[in-house]
């Protein structure tokens, strides 16, 4: 999906229903405070790009990614646990006519303890790829390593997380198999809602949005997807409804989200 909301990238894939006012040590699994708000769809310069479904519980059920008016992605969840948090999800790319699985292991809080992502276009499904999470549920936002495999088992590289501030803004640092820094992000937070708490994978890292993103790359320099956050508009139950993104190369995009709240 999308650096934005990345929901829009899909990066990641689960409902947990995750208090907006999370702060550090509060259990980030907690019911929130009604009402919630589930984002039905997005839009990138008016162009519809994502849209989603719930159950009668507000657990996400489905999302769909469209390019140019195109269906790109569509996410199906496969299996989830009581609380709605993704366990399976299976990633059909329209365009490139592939299939992919992610799976998620998690602790009894919820938690991810491992995420493996399998290639599905064979005759039997490959493992391409397998990471291992460390948690700490005290810190604002929880993941503090990231520890990534190829399907091999081989060690390809390794993320360490520093977290800021209380509202989850976070420093971390990507290292290859050698111990050589490739990248480092800079994520900056307001105090709001995130939508994208309710779509993720790791609604516990999306308790408030990023308002700021900063790539550096490996020689030093600012990649171009690093973007900065403009003119966000905010509904009545804290959730922004429509922001600039103003990107490192010089693009200028204009985001809005629809909501159903409860």
Same mark, same amino acid.
């Given at each position: 999906m999308r650096n934005l909301f990345l929901i829009a990238v899909l990066l990641c894939a689960a409902i947990n229903i995750a208090s907006a006012q999370t702060a550090v040590g509060r259990q980030a699994n907690a019911v929130p405070t009604k009402p919630i708000c589930l984002v039905q769809k997005g839009y990138e310069n008016d162009q519809l790009f994502y849209t989603t479904r719930f159950n009668a519980a507000g657990h996400i059920q489905e999302s769909k990614e469209y390019k140019n008016g195109q269906l790109k992605t569509h996410r199906i969840i496969v299996r989830a646990d009581a609380e709605g948090r993704i366990l399976e999800a299976r990633l059909v790319d329209s365009i490139e006519k592939k299939v992919f699985v992610n799976k998620f292991s998690r602790d009894a809080a919820g938690y991810v303890q491992t995420g493996e992502r399998f290639d599905m276009n064979g005759a039997t499904p490959v493992l391409v790829e397998r990471s291992v999470y460390e948690n700490n549920p005290a810190s604002p936002c929880v993941i503090t390593k990231i520890t990534r495999y190829d399907?091999?088992?081989n060690l390809t590289q390794v993320t360490n997380v520093?977290?800021?501030?209380? =509202?989850?803004?976070?420093?971390?640092?990507?290292?290859?198999?050698?111990?050589?820094?490739? %990248? @480092?992000? $800079?994520?900056? &937070? !307001? !105090?709001?809602?995130s939508g994208q708490q309710f779509v993720d994978a790791f609604p516990y890292q999306w308790?408030? =949005? &990023?308002?700021? +993103? @900063? $790539?550096?790359?490996? !020689?030093? @320099?600012?990649?171009?997807?690093?973007?900065? #956050?403009?003119?966000? $508009?905010? =509904? #009545? =139950?804290? +959730?922004? @409804?429509?922001?600039?993104? &103003? +990107?490192? !190369?010089? %693009?200028?995009?204009?985001? %809005?989200?629809? +909501?159903?709240?409860?």
């Open positions: 399907g091999s088992g520093e977290y800021l501030d209380a =509202n989850g803004s976070s420093k971390s640092v990507t290292t290859d198999k050698d111990g050589v820094v490739t %990248r @480092t992000e $800079i994520w900056k &937070r !307001d !105090d709001k809602n308790i408030h =949005n &990023r308002i700021e +993103y @900063t $790539i550096t790359k490996a !020689d030093g @320099t600012v990649d171009a997807d690093s973007n900065k #956050a403009e003119n966000t $508009i905010y =509904n #009545a =139950n804290g +959730y922004p @409804t429509s922001v600039t993104l &103003r +990107y490192a !190369d010089g %693009r200028v995009s204009n985001f %809005r989200w629809e +909501y159903v709240c409860q």
